[in-house]
């Protein structure tokens, strides 16, 4: 008798586990059913049977890499010459027209291209903070659901706000914001709707006013008050530029953190995208409460907006995932090149002892997962759920390599083989699975060159 839903992947190469002991076994296997990991070993029971069996013998396997920073809307605005060479004001003044004219469809196909993408990357979990609500747009965060169910990620969406417009002050355009009361309604409605808090779960929902510059201490303290009451968390963007600092003494005549903190954030239950300027104290005030940082090298080396002190806090006691950010910042969405630019940002400031291949990726993974708040994903154990990423070590990048998990980003970053979220197949042979990548991304480049007027579109 075989479990109608059971994978057993067997003989592999290499199997990291990211459970406490950091234990990688070679030539093991790995057994799931209806979506759990069941058994991991050397040697898999003679009697057992599975519905789906995969020979690992050439694939190195790690837990589905999880992506905690995203903006998936900005595939649409990649490589965009008037913002090419800008920091992060400047770039956002540029692209707020552009993205001011997206709609359910563009957020829906955008969606689905960054999280193929990503799949196609090892990622198996991702979030996304969606902030920006043309007039007349309410649906954007169930177009973006509406994706990840189709594409079979495991999806947390934040649903984002800006409600300080450039006429009271802030950085948008007002054709962009929304009021408070219009976003607090929204995020109820989306919780009520999608926020699933089992184990396991597909669909999560967190809030995430955009940044100190778009909106007011008061949406910061209600949506606060708002989380704690549908126990869902908060996410937003904080000491990412010295300009943001600037602003926040202007305005509110405190620092990043002191806003943060006066406005209810300070807590577990917030993560915080790329968090670069911190004081050595403030590093350890973080830490105390276990605030966790998306770090997003990437899109921090790309507009040059300086460098997150990463393992400090990860010192401090705050979990540090990884983020690809925004596609107009990065501008891929690719999270084996973020966890190898992690490792090489990192090395480059301290030292290359400073941060090891395995550590650059249990921020890619569990670190990740605790950043979204759960267990139950990040690592390879019984009891967790499938998620997993198999990457493929016939791969002319890793040709010569000794060790396969050095291999993962020491060499050029690699598309997966196989991807696994919740014990099904997803990602096969490096194509995807659950649905057909080619007619998306026409639909993809038609509405980018609509968004963004292109006179010469590539293709
Ligand atoms: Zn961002």
Redesign the pocket.
């Given at each position: 008798m075989t479990t109608a839903n059971s994978l057993l992947i067997r003989d592999l190469h290499t199997l990291v586990t990211m459970n406490d002991d950091r234990e990688v076994i070679h030539g093991g296997f790995l057994y799931a059913e209806d979506g759990v990991i069941k058994l991991i070993g050397q040697r898999p029971p003679r009697n057992l049977r599975a519905r789906r069996v995969i020979r690992g013998n050439a694939l190195i396997a790690v837990p589905g890499l999880i992506n905690t920073?995203h903006?998936l809307f900005q595939t649409l605005t990649r490589a965009c010459t008037a913002a090419a060479n800008a920091e992060l004001f400047d770039w956002l003044r540029t692209l707020y027209p552009l993205w001011s004219r997206i709609d359910e469809e563009a957020t829906h196909v955008a969606a689905l291209v960054g999280m193929a993408e990503l799949m196609l990357s090892g990622c198996t979990t991702t979030s996304d903070?969606h902030y920006l609500f043309p007039r007349g747009q309410s649906r954007l965060i169930d177009a973006q659901i509406a994706a990840a169910r189709k594409i079979g990620i495991r999806f947390h969406a934040t649903r984002g706000s800006m409600s300080v417009g450039e006429s009271k002050g802030g950085l948008p355009p007002d054709s962009v914001v929304q009021d408070d009361d219009t976003i607090l309604a929204d995020s109820e409605r989306v919780i009520r709707k999608y926020h699933d808090p089992q184990p396991g779960a597909m669909i999560r929902v967190a809030l995430a006013p955009c940044s100190p510059f778009s909106v007011s201490p008061e949406l910061m303290r209600r949506t606060a008050e708002l989380a704690e009451r549908h126990d869902v968390r908060l996410h937003t963007?904080l000491a990412e530029t010295r300009d943001e600092e600037r602003y926040c003494l202007e305005h509110f005549g405190k620092r990043p953190l002191d806003f943060l903190d006066s406005v209810g954030w300070l807590t577990d239950r917030s993560w915080l995208?790329?968090g670069i300027y911190f004081s050595a104290s403030e590093v350890r005030r973080l830490g105390r409460a276990h605030v966790g940082i998306a770090h997003?090298p990437t899109?921090n080396m790309r507009l040059g907006s300086g460098f997150c002190p990463a393992l400090a806090l990860q010192r401090a006691g705050s979990p540090v995932g990884l983020?690809v950010?925004?596609s107009a910042?990065n501008d891929s969405s690719h999270m084996l090149a973020e966890a190898r630019n992690a490792l090489l940002l990192n090395r480059l400031r301290h030292g290359a002892a400073a941060i090891t291949v395995e550590q650059a990726l249990r921020m890619a993974t569990v670190e990740g997962a605790h950043c979204l708040g759960r267990s139950d994903i990040g690592t390879l154990e019984p009891g967790k759920r499938a998620d997993i990423a198999l990457f493929d070590l016939r791969n002319p990048s890793y040709s010569g390599a000794e060790d396969a998990l050095s291999a993962l980003l020491l060499c050029a970053p690699a598309t997966v083989h196989t991807l696994v979220v919740e014990g099904r197949v997803v990602v096969e042979d490096g194509v995807l699975s659950t649905l057909s990548l080619d007619p998306i991304l026409r639909r993809h480049r038609r509405i980018a060159t609509r968004v963004t007027n292109n006179p010469r579109p590539l293709c």
């Amino acid at each position: 008798m075989t479990t109608a839903n059971s994978l057993l992947i067997r003989d592999l190469h290499t199997l990291v586990t990211m459970n406490d002991d950091r234990e990688v076994i070679h030539g093991g296997f790995l057994y799931a059913e209806d979506g759990v990991i069941k058994l991991i070993g050397q040697r898999p029971p003679r009697n057992l049977r599975a519905r789906r069996v995969i020979r690992g013998n050439a694939l190195i396997a790690v837990p589905g890499l999880i992506n905690t920073h995203h903006h998936l809307f900005q595939t649409l605005t990649r490589a965009c010459t008037a913002a090419a060479n800008a920091e992060l004001f400047d770039w956002l003044r540029t692209l707020y027209p552009l993205w001011s004219r997206i709609d359910e469809e563009a957020t829906h196909v955008a969606a689905l291209v960054g999280m193929a993408e990503l799949m196609l990357s090892g990622c198996t979990t991702t979030s996304d903070h969606h902030y920006l609500f043309p007039r007349g747009q309410s649906r954007l965060i169930d177009a973006q659901i509406a994706a990840a169910r189709k594409i079979g990620i495991r999806f947390h969406a934040t649903r984002g706000s800006m409600s300080v417009g450039e006429s009271k002050g802030g950085l948008p355009p007002d054709s962009v914001v929304q009021d408070d009361d219009t976003i607090l309604a929204d995020s109820e409605r989306v919780i009520r709707k999608y926020h699933d808090p089992q184990p396991g779960a597909m669909i999560r929902v967190a809030l995430a006013p955009c940044s100190p510059f778009s909106v007011s201490p008061e949406l910061m303290r209600r949506t606060a008050e708002l989380a704690e009451r549908h126990d869902v968390r908060l996410h937003t963007h904080l000491a990412e530029t010295r300009d943001e600092e600037r602003y926040c003494l202007e305005h509110f005549g405190k620092r990043p953190l002191d806003f943060l903190d006066s406005v209810g954030w300070l807590t577990d239950r917030s993560w915080l995208a790329h968090g670069i300027y911190f004081s050595a104290s403030e590093v350890r005030r973080l830490g105390r409460a276990h605030v966790g940082i998306a770090h997003c090298p990437t899109s921090n080396m790309r507009l040059g907006s300086g460098f997150c002190p990463a393992l400090a806090l990860q010192r401090a006691g705050s979990p540090v995932g990884l983020g690809v950010d925004g596609s107009a910042s990065n501008d891929s969405s690719h999270m084996l090149a973020e966890a190898r630019n992690a490792l090489l940002l990192n090395r480059l400031r301290h030292g290359a002892a400073a941060i090891t291949v395995e550590q650059a990726l249990r921020m890619a993974t569990v670190e990740g997962a605790h950043c979204l708040g759960r267990s139950d994903i990040g690592t390879l154990e019984p009891g967790k759920r499938a998620d997993i990423a198999l990457f493929d070590l016939r791969n002319p990048s890793y040709s010569g390599a000794e060790d396969a998990l050095s291999a993962l980003l020491l060499c050029a970053p690699a598309t997966v083989h196989t991807l696994v979220v919740e014990g099904r197949v997803v990602v096969e042979d490096g194509v995807l699975s659950t649905l057909s990548l080619d007619p998306i991304l026409r639909r993809h480049r038609r509405i980018a060159t609509r968004v963004t007027n292109n006179p010469r579109p590539l293709c």
